[in-house]
Every structure is written in C-alpha cells, then in structure tokens.
C-alpha cells in the first residue's frame, strides 16, 4: 500500500470528520504490519482499504502511533476499514474483511478484535463478532464497543 493520500481521503468519505487518524499513524500501523494491510482500487482510483495488525486482547489508544507491537501477540486486531460511498453495494467491505480474517487465521491468532463504531456494530454482528464486556481507551465515541470474533 503506497497511497496514503488516497486512504486518508477515503477515511474523510466514509467517516466525515469525526474519525481521522493522521497519516503518521497509519504508516505506522503499515510499517509495523505491511502483510495485515490491503488497498482496493479500480482503473487506478482507491476504493477502500483495511489497516490490521498483530495485539493482545483490548484495544490500543486511537489517534497514536504504536511504537511497537506486543511480543506475544495472540489476536489480530482490525484497526480499520474503510469504503469510498463510490464503491458502496460493491461488497468490497467483505472482501477486504476476508483478507483480514484469512491473514489472521494463517497467524494462529486465538481471535480476532475490532472496535465498532457505534453505527457499525450491526454489521460487525452479521460477520460473527460479539461484544466483549471491556472498556476502550478515550476518543473511539459514544457507543463504540470492543467486539471479537473467535
């Protein structure tokens, strides 16, 4: 994935601006997990993306850079995915969705995490995952929940 202007305009398109990382911490997140993460596109333009990455259970801190990931990682964790409203209908949330969980599968994880934004546990629920009674760190929302899929 080389394009983060284009993953940072499509974070704009799907979240407004209420959820914006910065582009520091989704290079990082690349940098530390470059297998863990996909860019979809079509006759050149960017459709989507999906940023995972090894970790333990609970969620990390959003708007900051990892500075490592844990040693025993035994979960994925799904940091983010995004689709562009052009390719809406298109399924491509599920494709880049089974990228994730055959990576994660591939690395033995014992499961993988997610935080849902308040309006999108519904379709985080339809792919299996389930809420986990743990709280997040400040700044994913009100109504944001950790979920896992085993």
Same mark, same amino acid.
């Given at each position: 994935?080389? %394009?983060?202007?284009?993953?940072?305009?499509?974070?704009? #398109?799907? +979240?407004?601006? %209420? +959820?914006? #990382?910065?582009?520091?911490?989704?290079?990082r997140k690349l940098r530390l997990a470059p297998d863990a993460c996909w860019f979809a596109e079509r006759d050149g333009v960017g459709l989507g993306y999906?940023?995972?990455?090894? /970790?333990?259970?609970?969620? $990390?801190?959003? !708007?900051?850079?990892?500075?490592?990931? $844990?040693?025993?990682?035994?979960?994925?964790?799904? !940091?983010? @995915?995004?689709?562009?409203?052009?390719?809406?209908?298109?399924?491509?949330?599920?494709?880049?969705?089974? &990228?994730?969980?055959? /990576?994660?599968?591939?690395? #033995? !994880?014992?499961?993988? &995490?997610?935080?849902?934004?308040?309006?999108?546990?519904?379709? /985080?629920?339809?792919?299996?995952?389930? $809420?986990?009674?743990?709280? @997040?760190? #400040?700044? +994913?929302?009100?109504?944001?929940?950790?979920?896992? @899929?085993?």
């Amino acid at each position: 994935m080389d %394009d983060l202007d284009a993953v940072l305009r499509i974070q704009r #398109e799907a +979240y407004g601006d %209420d +959820y914006q #990382e910065s582009a520091e911490v989704l290079a990082r997140k690349l940098r530390l997990a470059p297998d863990a993460c996909w860019f979809a596109e079509r006759d050149g333009v960017g459709l989507g993306y999906v940023f995972a990455h090894p /970790w333990t259970a609970g969620a $990390p801190r959003l !708007h900051a850079p990892l500075a490592s990931l $844990p040693p025993a990682a035994d979960h994925g964790f799904l !940091h983010d @995915l995004a689709v562009s409203p052009r390719a809406r209908g298109e399924r491509l949330g599920g494709r880049l969705f089974a &990228q994730v969980l055959d /990576w994660s599968r591939a690395a #033995e !994880h014992r499961g993988l &995490q997610l935080v849902a934004l308040a309006d999108a546990v519904g379709f /985080w629920r339809r792919l299996g995952f389930v $809420p986990c009674a743990q709280a @997040l760190p #400040e700044g +994913y929302g009100v109504g944001a929940v950790l979920m896992r @899929l085993v």
